[in-house]
């Protein structure tokens, strides 16, 4: 029979006792036996057995060896005892690896033991999935798992669709990504019959790609269906990303069927491929793919991404492609209410697309403008002498009343910086930094700017997040719910 989509918190053995405040909407807790066996962990796990049965919640057992990527490195007999040890000790169900000698436990005889089939590949996913599907199927069992690493985005798909597979056979299932790009696959997992989706405790996943306990929450994953619309983020790096909490945010404070994921990117041609085949609804974009790379899967252009010849927000507009770009006016509405000082001398550190329009934005209103560029005599050239252009060198002894990093976080390290700004400047200069996370790039940290006014890019970000949510939504942001907003960010409410 099949039984309705479930949630299950996946947990080592070593972290047990910390499961207390994670059970919201939880109905099943795997141990992972084989993370942090010892004889003092299986005692506390028996008493945690014991008050999560009571609680009215199912646990799971797995002991996963060495050679599944788990832990357990003892004997396969002391494997199997330790599981029905398990089993003995208030456990109700098995996770029994498939080709593997747990598996003479899907005959264990116990009134109380029910068994997961799983299927597990760490490198990529079979071309014959359907066939070791049908193999599994052929040996009876509560529940099918597959789970396998996630190298392009359309395995999110084939594993998606085993669900499919399963379900016509009335089998319950959760066949799911692992890795970097697996996101797709475990947001909608429930949307493709999946039945079980896996957390783990925030920042101690049991998987990779694993969602946390927080992200369900963010995410809002258990309102996932089949009419759910995706957004997301793409770039590589992207997990350090803000746009997932700021959008998701936003999703949920007006109430949209939607997600915002972040995706992983390192082949763009594939993943959009992949978007246009699966309706991806809007995306924004960042490094490295704000280039020709992205922008030739475009049908139309905005008047703001025309002016530059580049944007950074993708939408769908008369059935096309369509991108728009939120860089110039994000900084414009950060700079108008948060610096508002008169114009002097300014300089742009960067000549990339974000660097240029921040500098066209700036010499709009009376600045005079340089720019800082690795290669001076050959950025002179391509922009036709529209600006002062000079090399990292010349700012040891220039002057200037505002200064501007435009470069991507971890360009430079802080010595770096130091040699670069080997003295103090002036105290009433202003610098900005467009990178919004001063961990990520120590540039604001830098010694020489300790007595200046310091800004970093996080209400440029916010600026954008909530002109492209306008694109995508058709809703204009209320101040008050961009007080919200920074109050989930942590962050003064006057920054809005």
Same mark, same amino acid.
């Given at each position: 029979?099949?039984?309705?989509?479930?949630?299950?918190?996946?947990?080592?053995?070593?972290?047990?006792?910390?499961?207390? =405040?994670?059970?919201?909407?939880?109905?099943?807790?795997?141990?992972?036996?084989?993370? =942090?066996?010892?004889?003092?962990?299986?005692?506390?796990?028996?008493?945690?057995?014991?008050?999560?049965?009571?609680?009215? #919640?199912?646990?799971?057992?797995?002991?996963?060896?060495?050679?599944?990527?788990?832990?357990?490195?003892?004997?396969?007999?002391?494997?199997?005892?330790?599981?029905?040890?398990?089993?003995?000790?208030?456990?109700?169900?098995?996770?029994?690896?498939?080709?593997?000698?747990?598996?003479?436990?899907?005959?264990?005889?116990?009134?109380?033991?029910?068994?997961?089939?799983?299927?597990?590949?760490?490198?990529?996913?079979?071309?014959?999935?359907?066939?070791?599907?049908?193999?599994?199927?052929?040996?009876?069992?509560?529940?099918?798992?597959?789970?396998?690493?996630?190298?392009?985005?359309?395995?999110?798909?084939?594993? #998606?669709?085993?669900?499919?597979?399963?379900?016509?056979?009335?089998?319950?299932?959760?066949?799911? =990504?692992? %890795?970097?790009?697996?996101?797709?696959?475990?947001?909608?997992?429930?949307?493709?019959? %999946?039945?079980?989706?896996?957390?783990?405790?925030?920042?101690?996943?049991?998987?990779?790609?694993?969602?946390?306990?927080?992200?369900?929450?963010?995410?809002?994953?258990?309102?996932?269906?089949?009419?759910?619309?995706?957004?997301?983020?793409?770039?590589?790096?992207?997990?350090?990303?803000?746009?997932?909490?700021?959008?998701?945010?936003?999703?949920?404070?007006?109430?949209?069927?939607?997600?915002?994921?972040?995706?992983?990117?390192?082949?763009?041609?594939?993943?959009?491929?992949?978007?246009?085949?699966?309706? /991806?609804?809007?995306?924004?974009?960042?490094?490295?793919?704000?280039?020709?790379?992205?922008?030739?899967?475009?049908?139309?252009?905005?008047?703001?991404?025309?002016?530059?010849?580049? %944007?950074?927000?993708?939408?769908?507009?008369?059935?096309?492609?369509?991108?728009?770009?939120?860089?110039?006016?994000?900084?414009?509405?950060?700079?108008?209410?948060?610096?508002?000082?008169?114009?002097?001398?300014?300089?742009? /550190?960067?000549?990339?697309?974000?660097?240029?329009? /921040?500098?066209?934005?700036? *010499?709009?209103?009376?600045?005079?403008?340089?720019?800082?560029?690795?290669?001076?005599?050959?950025?002179?050239?391509?922009?036709?002498?529209?600006?002062?252009?000079?090399?990292?060198?010349?700012?040891?002894?220039?002057?200037?009343?505002?200064?501007?990093?435009?470069?991507?976080?971890?360009?430079?390290?802080?010595?770096?910086?130091?040699?670069?700004?080997?003295?103090?400047?002036?105290?009433?200069?202003?610098?900005?930094?467009?990178?919004? *996370?001063?961990?990520?790039?120590?540039?604001?940290?830098?010694?020489?700017?300790?007595?200046?006014?310091?800004?970093? =890019?996080?209400?440029?970000?916010?600026?954008?997040?909530?002109?492209?949510?306008?694109?995508?939504?058709?809703?204009?942001?209320?101040?008050?719910? %961009?007080?919200?907003?920074?109050?989930?960010?942590?962050?003064?409410?006057? *920054?809005?």
């Amino acid at each position: 029979m099949l039984m309705e989509s479930q949630n299950c918190l996946a947990v080592g053995l070593d972290d047990i006792e910390k499961l207390a =405040g994670y059970l919201n909407r939880i109905q099943f807790v795997e141990i992972r036996f084989d993370l =942090g066996l010892s004889t003092k962990n299986l005692e506390r796990a028996k008493k945690i057995i014991t008050i999560l049965r009571d609680r009215g #919640l199912e646990v799971i057992a797995t002991c996963r060896r060495v050679e599944d990527r788990g832990g357990f490195t003892s004997s396969k007999e002391e494997r199997l005892t330790l599981l029905k040890w398990a089993i003995e000790h208030g456990a109700t169900i098995l996770d029994l690896e498939v080709s593997s000698e747990a598996e003479s436990l899907l005959h264990y005889k116990n009134p109380e033991c029910r068994k997961i089939l799983s299927y597990h590949n760490f490198e990529f996913v079979p071309d014959d999935m359907e066939s070791i599907a049908e193999t599994m199927v052929s040996r009876e069992a509560w529940l099918y798992k597959i789970v396998c690493k996630a190298n392009r985005y359309d395995d999110n798909i084939k594993l #998606l669709d085993l669900n499919r597979y399963f379900s016509s056979r009335g089998q319950n299932s959760t066949c799911f =990504g692992l %890795g970097e790009k697996c996101l797709y696959s475990r947001a909608f997992l429930t949307a493709h019959t %999946g039945k079980m989706n896996f957390y783990a405790i925030p920042e101690k996943t049991t998987a990779p790609g694993q969602f946390s306990t927080n992200d369900r929450e963010l995410f809002r994953l258990d309102s996932v269906n089949d009419l759910t619309e995706c957004y997301g983020v793409i770039g590589n790096p992207v997990s350090h990303s803000l746009s997932p909490l700021i959008h998701n945010t936003l999703l949920g404070i007006y109430s949209l069927n939607a997600i915002f994921l972040p995706f992983y990117v390192d082949d763009i041609e594939e993943f959009m491929e992949f978007a246009k085949r699966n309706g /991806i609804n809007g995306l924004a974009v960042t490094y490295p793919w704000k280039d020709e790379r992205f922008y030739k899967h475009i049908a139309t252009f905005e008047e703001s991404a025309r002016k530059f010849s580049s %944007g950074n927000t993708l939408f769908i507009k008369n059935g096309e492609l369509t991108l728009a770009d939120m860089d110039y006016d994000g900084f414009a509405g950060f700079f108008e209410k948060k610096i508002h000082c008169q114009p002097g001398r300014a300089i742009v /550190i960067g000549t990339g697309n974000t660097g240029l329009k /921040i500098a066209a934005y700036l *010499r709009s209103r009376g600045w005079m403008m340089t720019l800082i560029s690795r290669r001076p005599e050959e950025k002179r050239k391509t922009l036709d002498f529209q600006y002062m252009i000079e090399n990292y060198s010349w700012l040891a002894s220039a002057q200037y009343d505002l200064l501007i990093n435009a470069i991507p976080a971890g360009a430079f390290s802080g010595d770096d910086w130091k040699k670069i700004f080997p003295k103090k400047t002036p105290d009433d200069m202003i610098v900005v930094d467009i990178n919004y *996370r001063q961990n990520a790039d120590p540039f604001l940290n830098t010694e020489a700017f300790d007595k200046n006014r310091k800004y970093d =890019g996080l209400d440029m970000l916010v600026n954008q997040a909530v002109m492209q949510f306008q694109i995508w939504t058709g809703i204009n942001v209320e101040a008050k719910s %961009g007080r919200f907003l920074f109050q989930k960010l942590k962050l003064p409410n006057g *920054r809005f």
